[in-house]
């Protein structure tokens, strides 16, 4: 596993155990052993903790406690339009009309 990913894991356990917005949950499957990433109610500025974007979704494989594998690696979390900074980057109206 390159450097990146021990580093993910890392960072997406220390996230869960001192946030409550943030969950893992174990599972198997045909003897592999998964824990899966995700969150729950978060507001904006807890997803400026270190890997909270990419809390949705990604799975490693736990089988092998000393070799963790990324599994699944889902996009970042992404924002609506009027969810932190959209609206100081894009104020409404700027971008264009929608035409008929």
């Known amino acids: 596993m390159n450097n990146i990913m021990p580093k993910l894991y890392d960072d997406l356990l220390a996230l869960c155990s001192k946030n409550l917005g943030f969950i893992f949950k174990d599972t198997e499957c045909d003897?592999?052993?998964?824990?899966?990433?995700?969150?729950?109610?978060?507001?904006?500025?807890?997803?400026?903790?270190?890997?909270?974007?990419?809390?949705?979704?990604?799975?490693?494989?736990?089988t092998d406690a000393e070799n963790v594998q990324l599994v699944c690696l889902p996009p970042e979390k992404f924002f609506n339009y009027e969810e932190g900074n959209g609206v100081n980057i894009h104020p409404l109206g700027a971008l264009g009309i929608q035409m008929e």
């Open 31 to 62: 003897s592999i052993k998964y824990r899966i990433f995700n969150y729950i109610l978060c507001s904006y500025e807890q997803f400026s903790y270190p890997s909270a974007l990419n809390c949705r979704g990604t799975m490693f494989d736990i």
